[in-house]
């Protein structure tokens, strides 16, 4: 029996629908809390704000798609032989 980890980190990405500024932001969890370099913050569902315009008309991609959105972009990326942005943790 295996249990996740619970301090597994969760990487959302938001797009902005007022200016289109895109960005990503990684929460730490500890059970229901959010929590980024370790201070406790909202959920990112509930309270996205865009940090360029302050706009809150802000779409959250949660993890497990932003994981499917970035496969199909890495499969794009090998076909053009070239990796113009490996994001490595
Ligand atoms: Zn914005």
């Known amino acids: 029996m295996t249990e996740p980890d619970p301090q597994a980190p969760e990487t959302y990405a938001f797009t902005c ?3 289109g500024n895109s960005w ?3 929460y ?3 059970g229901q809390r ?3 370099n370790g201070t ?3 959920s990112p569902l509930a309270n996205a704000q865009c940090p360029g315009c302050e ?3 802000v779409h959250v991609m949660p ?3 932003l994981q499917r959105v970035k496969a199909a972009e ?3 990326a090998e076909r053009h032989q070239h990796f113009p942005r490996l994001h490595r943790h």
């Open 17 to 19: 629908g007022d200016c």
């Open 24 to 26: 990503e932001q990684t």
């Open 28 to 30: 730490e969890r500890q």
């Open 34 to 36: 959010y929590l980024v």
């Open 40 to 42: 406790p913050v909202h």
């Open 55 to 57: 706009g809150r008309t």
């Open 63 to 65: 993890p497990e798609l």
């Open 74 to 76: 890495s499969a794009k």
